[in-house]
T-cell receptor
Framework: AQTVTQSQPEMSVQEAETVTLSCTYDTSENNYYLFWYKQPPSRQMILVIR??????QNATENRFSVNFQKAAKSFSLKISDSQLGDTAMYFCAFISNFGNEKLTFGTGTRLTIIP | DVKVTQSSRYLVKRTGEKVFLECVQDMDHENMFWYRQDPGLGLRLIYF???????EKGDIPEGYSVSREKKERFSLILESASTNQTSMYLCASSFRYQETQYFGPGTRLLVL
């Protein structure tokens, strides 16, 4: 079974700084997808970024980028120029490309942006 | 924009009551999911459905059942609520199984 590990339960950074959230996963599959989801306080969970394992290029979405290291099974999220609205729980998630495997989530990192 | 709605944001029930949580999506998605979110445990899949009237158990189906009579609607049923079912319940939907899941706002359920 696949597992996803987020080793930082909580982080805080000053506004405008850059922060990196770590995520590692364990799988024997070669084709899969990785996700970062964001859950702001009392608000809906939304997708931040999605990475397809067969793509070498790291995904980016405005101030959010990933460092995808397939061999190391690492998928970290970098937030540049952090803003107060980035305060949220961040979940890393994995899903295999085969069959009806379930989306496996990490336990989350609570990120607080300090004004 | 995809919209996933859940019938209640907050719910308080008594032990032994039958509880219905409803989820509706408006994007004609094939797949719908029910998760439970607890601090330190992340999201755990309770049930999912890949088509009308089809359902599959997730990691923690015990004490829950589901119903999908229409494509846009997926209901989670707690047959006899217990205090250990106090949690946040999240519904999600996706077009294809490996694609992005879109989440509802969640229902925070308290069972007394």
């Amino acid at each position: 079974a696949q597992t996803v590990t987020q080793s930082q339960p909580e982080m805080s950074v000053q506004e405008a700084e850059t922060v990196t959230l770590s995520c590692t996963y364990d799988t024997s599959e070669n084709n899969y997808y990785l996700f970062w989801y964001k859950q702001p306080p009392s608000r809906q969970m939304i997708l931040v970024i999605r990475q397809e394992a067969y793509k070498q290029q790291n995904a980016t979405e405005n101030r959010f980028s990933v460092n995808f290291q397939k061999a190391a099974k690492s998928f970290s999220l970098k937030i540049s120029d952090s803003q107060l609205g980035d305060t949220a729980m961040y979940f890393c998630a994995f899903i295999s490309n085969f069959g009806n495997e379930k989306l496996t989530f990490g336990t989350g990192t609570r990120l607080t942006i300090i004004p | 924009d995809v919209k996933v709605t859940q019938s209640s944001r907050y719910l308080v029930k008594r032990t032994g009551e039958k509880v219905f949580l409803e989820c509706v999506q408006d994007m004609d998605h094939e797949n719908m999911f029910w998760y439970r979110q607890d601090p330190g445990l992340g999201l755990r899949l309770i049930y999912f459905s890949y088509d009308v009237k089809m359902k599959e158990k997730g990691d923690i189906p015990e004490g829950y059942s589901v119903s999908r009579e229409k494509k846009e609607r997926f209901s989670l049923i707690l047959e006899s609520a217990s205090t250990n079912q106090t949690s946040m319940y999240l519904c999600a939907s996706s077009f294809r199984y490996q694609e992005t899941q879109y989440f509802g706002p969640g229902t925070r359920l308290l069972v007394l």
